[in-house]
Nanobody, 121 residues
């Protein structure tokens, strides 16, 4: 059983940047594919990034492609989400996710508690 804790959320102006971190408590961190989801006010949960267990493959939806970058450091049991050129519509609770499969349209696996990102001028 893996446990996940997000951090790094906060208030940022449009066009600004923010880095989210996800600390994992597990002896087999590299066995898990890692991803990030978000849920804004009045919106459905949305997948925003994923990275393979070995860190070689990363994918993003069109809504964040070119602005968000997911990475991981398996030696530190850490996954990160670098968010640049933030928009007001990026405002949401951001959740870290760990799983064994690569089916990111399916919201399953292990979740962190979430960290709030607010983009406002």
């Amino acid at each position: 059983q893996v446990q996940l804790v997000e951090s790094g959320g906060g208030l940022v102006q449009p066009g600004g940047s923010l880095r989210l971190s996800c600390a994992a408590s597990t002896f087999t961190f590299s066995d898990y594919n890692m991803g990030w989801y978000r849920q804004g006010p009045g919106k459905e949960r949305e997948w925003v990034a994923a990275i393979s267990g070995d860190g070689r493959y990363s994918i993003y939806p069109d809504s964040v492609e070119g602005r968000f970058t997911i990475s991981r450091d398996n030696a530190k049991n850490m996954a990160t989400l670098q968010m640049n050129n933030l928009k007001v519509d990026d405002t949401a609770m951001y959740y870290c996710n760990a799983r064994w499969d690569w089916n990111w349209i399916s919201a399953h696996g292990t979740w962190g508690q979430g960290t709030q990102v607010t983009v406002a001028s």
